[in-house]
């Protein structure tokens, strides 16, 4: 996997009525990536650009907030959180721009955190059914419809596999993410668990903060800070092994998504791209 030079994105707000110089951090917020495009959320809305940079365009123009973008397996669509009226619930919107449609109505928080591999159904997190102060996952058709619980006791994000047969997960919750190096009893592992019977498999660590895990062919990338500052790894599901594929001596890269060729993520406000 070779790193390609930042992507410095430049963008235009209200057709260009505000001007701000590209060569300022501008807090761009997790990304999601496709063939042709780029998703991230700045100032509460989500906004979309070429992957050759450019002027961005605004999606989302709601007084609530909007987060978590994810692209459909085909680019097609963005599944992200929106709070609305009050509530944070899950939606879909087309990449192309219109109106946002709703997929989750309860009353406890509902968060996107990904897809189905055959764009179906729209995965999240949500502590409805929870007990105590933890998250499950659940799946909702991107159409609209019931929502269907995973088969595991607790989880906060996660990545199918291509087939879908498994799901790389983060099993806990942790309260302050925040915190450099921390090495407290909240450290996040991540698991693949098989979904046919709930089996688990653990990603090798020591204690580090492993987290925003992204499953491409065999290989599940995700963030940690087990070197240090957080950079990106890759586990070989089958050899399971872990390797660092983009090594950081700078500012913690803070979210990261892979799309279909490439991977996206966040460092310092600005988003970079390797494939």
């Known amino acids: 996997m070779k790193l390609l030079a930042s992507l410095l994105l430049t963008w235009s707000a209200y057709a260009a009525s505000i001007a701000i ?7 761009l917020r997790h990304p999601t990536i496709s063939r042709t495009q780029i998703v991230f959320g700045f100032a509460n809305d989500l906004w979309i ?3 050759d940079g450019g002027d961005a365009v605004r999606l989302t123009t ?16 963005i599944a992200f959180t929106g709070e609305y009226d009050g509530n944070i619930d899950v939606f879909v919107i087309p990449a192309s721009g219109g ?4 997929l989750t109505y309860h009353p406890a928080p509902d968060r996107a955190v990904g897809w189905t591999p055959d764009g179906k159904q729209v995965l999240f997190s949500s502590g409805r059914s929870s007990y105590s102060n933890f998250s499950r ?15 595991l006791d607790r989880a906060v994000t996660g990545a199918y596999s291509p087939d879908g047969a498994r799901l790389a997960y983060i099993p806990t919750d942790q309260w302050q993410r925040a915190w450099k190096r921390y090495r407290g009893g909240q450290t996040t592992p991540i698991w693949i668990a098989t979904l046919a019977d709930s089996s688990i498999v653990k990603i090798p660590r020591n204690n580090s903060n492993d987290f ?6 065999d290989t599940v990338y995700f963030l940690s800070d087990r070197n240090g500052p957080v950079a990106l790894f890759a586990y070989d599901t089958k050899s ?8 950081n001596d700078g500012l913690d890269f ?8 490439a991977i996206v993520y966040e460092q310092f406000g600005a988003l970079a791209i390797t494939i």
């Open 99 to 102: 109106t946002p449609r709703r």
């Open 254 to 261: 803070k979210s990261a998504a892979a799309g279909p060729d």
């Open 21 to 27: 110089s590209a060569d300022k951090p501008l807090l």
């Open 62 to 77: 709601g007084v609530g907030m909007e987060a978590d973008p994810i692209f459909s397996p085909d680019g097609t669509e």
């Open 137 to 151: 996952l659940f799946t909702v058709p991107a159409e609209g419809g019931f929502e269907t619980q995973l088969p």
């Open 240 to 247: 399971r092994q872990v390797a660092e594929v983009v090594k």
């Open 212 to 217: 925003n895990p992204m499953w491409v062919g």
């Open 49 to 51: 650009v070429s992957r």
